[in-house]
């Protein structure tokens, strides 16, 4: 499970936007696209427009959408310490919550996605992300006493949701929420939704990293999203994926991390061992319309490894991805094949085929 601290932070596989180099060739749109970067959701989010007519302040009402739902669900008490999902997890064990319409809807989600993923990614994660500390001043390696004792407060099958009244309810003191692998994808899907509401067609969404594509580009071609290599940091790239009114969401293993005593641990988190998750994979890309899905998926894919990982992708219908291995072989699903282009010789497309046996 990813950790994500302060706020919904979990630093990315970032993204070269080669569309917003290219966009303007051959395009009639306007000459310059109009491009806004702030800080939310503990992370650097950029939004940029390519429409002739823009609405006035339509920046800050959008920016005001995703600040919107961070106060809702954050865990960063020092910020938001009257956020929802922090009131839920407060009243664990005593007492169910009302909370509004948004907190309810990404909690249903993740419940949803908790179950679809069995439970690989799962929503009550918070003892855990708690434990680890990861992107806090308290990041450390726990004891196994300590991961023994907080792995049976995970489990989502336990969280009680009435949709008539709308409240969450957690049924064991010491059990917690933790929505961030999964409220950016729902901020990023906000923040579309309302460009589309006010009339924008043509706009690329990156919020550290979950990218989001709007239509096309100005010349109608598809958006260029090129997917950050592995090994060479955040400016060089590996293969472009072409993009339209999709979600490119990556996790890795090599952006976020801390070193205990020689040994490094990343961010994301097997529940079944409390430990990071191991195994040959680097990377994982979901790609998909539904942005809370693309979130959940290239978390989940990471932590099951090759094998299971793609299995899991495959057999969630409208979603495409990308595996990268650490001996620099690419898995890309059939759906996106013909949408995919390899950059960098020193990586090599394998056959998926070859792990599957099909």
């Known amino acids: 499970m990813m950790l994500r601290k302060p706020l919904f932070a979990r630093p990315r596989v970032f993204f070269l936007l080669l569309a917003l180099a290219l966009a303007l060739l051959g395009g009639c749109a306007r000459r310059t696209p109009l491009r806004e970067t702030r800080l939310v959701l503990g992370t650097s989010a950029t939004i940029t427009i390519y429409d002739d007519r823009v609405p006035r302040g339509i920046m800050d009402r959008v920016f005001d959408r995703v600040v919107e739902i961070e106060s809702l669900m954050s865990s960063n008490a020092r910020n938001w ?24 809807e990404v909690i249903e989600r993740g419940i949803r996605y908790s179950a679809l993923t069995d439970g690989v990614f799962d929503i009550s994660v918070g003892p855990l992300v708690s434990l680890w500390g990861i992107g806090t001043p308290r990041e450390r390696v726990p004891t196994m006493e300590e991961i023994v004792a907080a792995k049976p407060l995970i489990d989502f099958s336990r969280i009680e949701i009435d949709p008539e009244h709308r409240t969450v309810f957690l049924p064991e003191e010491g059990m917690a929420i933790d929505v961030g692998g999964i409220a950016k994808g729902f901020a990023v899907q906000e923040a579309a939704k309302l460009l589309r509401s006010e009339g924008i067609s043509r706009a690329v969404l990156d919020f550290g990293g979950d990218v989001y594509t709007v239509g096309r580009r100005p010349d109608d071609n598809l958006w260029r999203i090129g997917l950050q290599s592995p090994d060479t940091g955040r400016g060089g790239i590996i293969a472009v994926i072409e993009s339209s009114n999709t979600s490119v969401v990556t996790s890795g293993a090599y952006e976020r991390f801390f070193v205990q005593d020689g040994v490094r641990y990343h961010h994301m988190i097997d529940i079944s061992t409390g430990f990071p998750a191991r195994s040959e994979v680097i990377s994982v890309t979901a790609i998909a319309e539904n942005a809370t899905l693309s979130d959940v998926l290239s978390t989940a894919g990471f932590i099951l490894g090759l094998r299971e990982g793609l299995e899991l992708l495959m057999r969630v219908p409208e979603v495409e991805g990308i595996f990268v291995t650490d001996d620099r072989r690419v898995f890309v699903t059939d759906g996106l094949i013909d949408r995919f282009r390899l950059t960098d010789p020193e990586f090599r497309l394998a056959s998926i085929e070859s792990v599957l046996g099909q």
């Open 81 to 104: 310490p009257d956020s929802e999902v922090l009131a839920i997890n407060r009243a664990a064990g005593s007492s169910p919550v009302a909370v509004s319409p948004d907190t309810f």
